[in-house]
């Protein structure tokens, strides 16, 4: 049973980053932007963590700086597509580039340092609870805050009146903008918020899951992120599902290997996405639905007519 | 939506494009200048494999100064995309090009096939051709020491084992490392879990972490991150770097690395090409050419493990000994080398089976 909860924690610690760049994503989707960048966001996070970390070896400044990180590449992404109008994905792109090229640069000099180990939940008597303690009151703290994240960002979508907005604006913004709701100010916010969590999801990596700075250690995890969100079908709650899903079987297929079982290393390296993918494109079969919850302004460009 | 996918993957193509293209950088200016060219799969700043391969191409800039020119490609994926960067490397005044990975041979040898005035390099794979040489290192002897020593201090038993691909190169690690563990403790198991890739870190210690929970204590890599070392570093436990030494990632956790020392192959055969003396080839070096290189061993080792691991190392050197030495069956229980007898290269190059002895399946 110990083998169980060691599988579950590795699945949610594995989950974790792509389930905050999701959430966020989902956010910017929604509003009707698509920004591809999520990895550069990403990358640029861990670094800013990292670095921010080394410099003052405080998590919650360490925190802030990746969050920031992450909404400066954003707002430089609304800048473009937002402001000036550029092809959202083409920036998007643009995006990732320079935020690889950035992180690299900028980490130059911080490769082979050691940020201090990052602090677990610990509550006495709930979290030494056998089998359960620590898969429920054991994690980084970091993991509670991912959950935290998809909570408020599936009840501000569907119950609160800024929630309603942002969605009209994602659904038709010259309505919304004929109503007098303010389009661009709402989508750079969206954006911002994408590349904040973005940007946490990545110092997750560099402060948690490593916790160490290579160049290019988010691996591909951003566009992963964005894959999420499309299959989840922009359900904050599928999207959850996906990156649990996604990452325990990663997990499982690891733990598995080590166990002996005999099945193929390059079917098992598959699985995670071919489950993942299966899933989210099962419960969200309804074409009719889909269509429904795809924003249509997706990626289009917002010029208010006066 | 399908459509918007399809712009997505055109996108991420062009990007990588233009990326390579910029790193490629505008072709030679002065011919006479000897132009070389390298292929990366990884970042140079992986601090393992690639990183390694780098210090190869600044050991030539340091020693050739005006005569050569350098070039790089780094995070070059192995697919069809290698054989365009390859390509360009080729078209761009390139006299020689080293391509660092086995993913690369066949972009590599379709190049070399194009380009016959062109002299290519490639890292660990088997294809040769006129102006196609290949060159490895015998890594399976460092792995030799590093079993020896994981034999003698693990507690529980049980090493684990990251594994990036189950090919000759790493399938020979592995059997290797086990062999020498099992020699001086027959109870030894070794647990292997294959991440299909070379480069992931968050992948690399979730790997790390499923071995620990399965009661591993210590760990090996062949996988090019630092990744599993930092692992063990925070759960106080030992591993051995790879490719590079991976101390300061791990400076408790770190027992030895095997470091690649490419340089003195780089060298001489950059000397080759100006000197207009430079032939096909293949070389397959180790410890004695020193290639292969054990990093400094960790305070933590007992005295008496590190003699054994020296003694080990110097036998390797001086060719007394050989980590694949009979009797050997493999893992089905089929005879594989008699008594005394040591593996021909051949059998080694296309390592394909776990000897006798380890768990769990080779992955086809």
């Known amino acids: 049973m110990d083998l169980v909860a060691n599988i579950l924690i590795g699945a949610m610690i594995s989950a974790t980053p792509l389930l905050l760049a999701a959430s966020g994503e989902l956010v910017t989707e929604r509003a009707g932007v698509l920004n591809l960048g999520v990895e550069g966001m990403m990358i640029v996070g861990a670094i800013a963590g990292f670095s921010a970390m080394i410099a003052t070896r405080s998590i919650p400044l360490a925190l802030l700086a990746a969050v920031a990180a992450g909404a400066v590449m954003a707002a430089l992404f609304g800048v473009l597509v937002l402001t000036l109008r550029a092809n959202q994905v083409a920036s998007g792109l643009a995006l990732t580039m320079f935020g690889l090229g950035l992180s690299a640069l900028w980490g130059q000099s911080y490769s082979g340092l050691s940020a201090p180990a990052f602090p677990h939940l610990y509550i006495p008597g709930l979290t030494d609870l056998p089998l359960v303690g620590e898969l429920l009151f054991g994690h980084d703290l970091l993991i509670y805050v991912s959950l935290a994240v998809v909570a408020l960002v599936a009840w501000v979508l569907r119950r609160t009146h800024i929630g309603l907005v942002l969605r009209a604006i994602g659904e038709n913004h010259d309505a919304a903008h004929a109503i007098g709701y303010p389009v661009i100010a709402f989508r750079y916010l969206a954006t911002m918020f994408g590349g904040a969590m973005a940007g946490l999801g990545g110092a997750y990596l560099s402060l948690v899951v490593t916790p160490l700075w290579v160049e290019r250690m988010t691996a591909g995890r951003g566009w992963i992120a964005l894959a999420l969100v499309v299959f989840a079908a922009w359900r904050p709650w599928r999207v959850l599902l996906g990156a649990y899903l996604f990452g325990g079987i990663t997990v499982l297929q690891l733990h598995s290997q080590a166990l002996g079982v005999k099945v193929d290393a390059q079917l098992l390296a598959m699985l995670p996405y071919v489950a993942t993918i299966a899933v989210l494109v099962l419960i969200s079969r309804d074409t009719m639905r889909l269509r429904l919850n795809a924003p249509a302004c997706l990626g289009k460009p917002f010029h208010a007519i006066t | 939506m399908l459509s918007r996918l399809g712009q997505c993957a055109a996108g991420v193509l062009l ?36 990183y390694q391969h780098h210090q190869g191409l600044l050991a030539i800039k340091a020693a050739f100064g005006d005569q050569v020119e350098t070039s790089y490609v780094e995070n070059v994926p192995e697919g069809p995309d290698a054989e365009r960067v390859v390509d360009q490397l080729a078209a761009t005044g390139s006299n020689i090009i080293f391509t660092t990975s086995f993913g690369f041979m066949n972009p590599t040898a ?65 059997n290797s490392a086990f062999l020498a ?70 400076p408790n956790a770190q027992l030895t690395a095997i470091v690649d020392n490419w340089n003195p192959y780089y060298l001489r055969r950059v000397r080759e090409v100006i000197d207009g003396t430079w032939k096909s080839g293949a070389v397959w070096a180790g410890m004695k050419e020193g290639t292969v290189v054990m990093s400094p061993w960790s305070k933590k080792i007992p005295p008496d493990v590190v003699a054994l691991a020296e003694k080990a190392r110097e036998a390797i050197k001086a060719g007394t000994l050989h980590p694949f030495t009979g009797p050997i069956n493999k893992q089905d229980g089929t005879p594989w080398l008699k008594a005394g007898e040591t593996a021909p290269d051949k059998d080694l190059a296309s390592m394909n089976f776990y000897v006798e002895g380890m768990e769990g399946a080779l992955p086809k």
């Open chain 2, 181 to 250: 563990a099992k020699s001086v403790n027959p109870n030894v198991k070794f647990k292997v879990v294959w991440v299909s890739t070379w480069f992931d870190p968050g992948k690399e210690a979730a790997a790390a972490k499923t071995l620990v929970d399965q009661g591993a204590d210590i760990l090996m890599q062949h996988t090019d991150s630092p990744a599993p070392v930092k692992y063990a570093e925070e759960k106080g436990i030992y591993a051995f770097g790879q490719a590079s030494d991976m101390e300061k990632f791990g």
């Open chain 2, 15 to 50: 990007a990588a494009t233009a990326a390579a293209a910029l790193a490629v950088g505008p072709p030679a200016l002065a011919q006479s200048k000897t132009k070389v060219s390298f292929v990366y799969v990884g970042p140079i700043g992986d601090h393992g494999w690639s």
């Open chain 2, 110 to 174: 379709k190049v070399a096939a194009r380009y016959p005035n062109v002299k290519f390099e490639h890292a660990t794979g088997f294809k040769q051709a006129p102006n196609l040489a290949t060159y490895d290192a015998r890594f399976y002897e460092g792995r030799h020491v590093i079993g020896l020593i994981a034999g003698k201090m693990t507690k529980t038993n049980i090493v684990g084992y990251i594994g990036s691909f189950p090919i000759p190169e790493v399938v020979m690690g592995i």
